[in-house]
């Protein structure tokens, strides 16, 4: 179900009033998966920082592989901007 049909409905009745369909249920179930996985990356390059120093990452990493998941960081962190962004408009 694209987004669009999928926030109609959202609007149409609260959630609290009604049961979730199928596409409701993915995406919760998605997000959760979402949250989870940030957590888990958000420890790992915790503990990465904490341990090594940044000339030593540079040093041992594939520098090919490294600007990839900056890039894609890069990319998360924007869409992540985007939904802040939003969600600080829609409470105005």
């Keep these: ?5 999928m926030k109609s409905r959202q609007s149409k009745e609260a959630v609290e009033s009604r049961w979730l369909d199928i596409e409701e249920v993915r995406l919760v179930s998605d997000l959760r998966i979402m ?8 420890q790992v390059v915790t503990n990465l920082r904490r341990r090594q120093n940044e000339a030593s ?4 990493a594939d520098g090919p592989v490294l600007m ?7 990319e998360i962190y924007m869409w992540f901007i985007k939904l802040k962004e939003e969600g600080e408009r829609a409470r105005r």
């Design 35 to 42: 949250h989870a996985k940030v957590d888990e990356l958000y």
């Design 68 to 74: 990839e998941d900056i890039n894609r960081v890069d």
């Design 57 to 60: 990452i540079h040093k041992y």
């Design 1 to 5: 179900m694209p987004a669009s049909s």
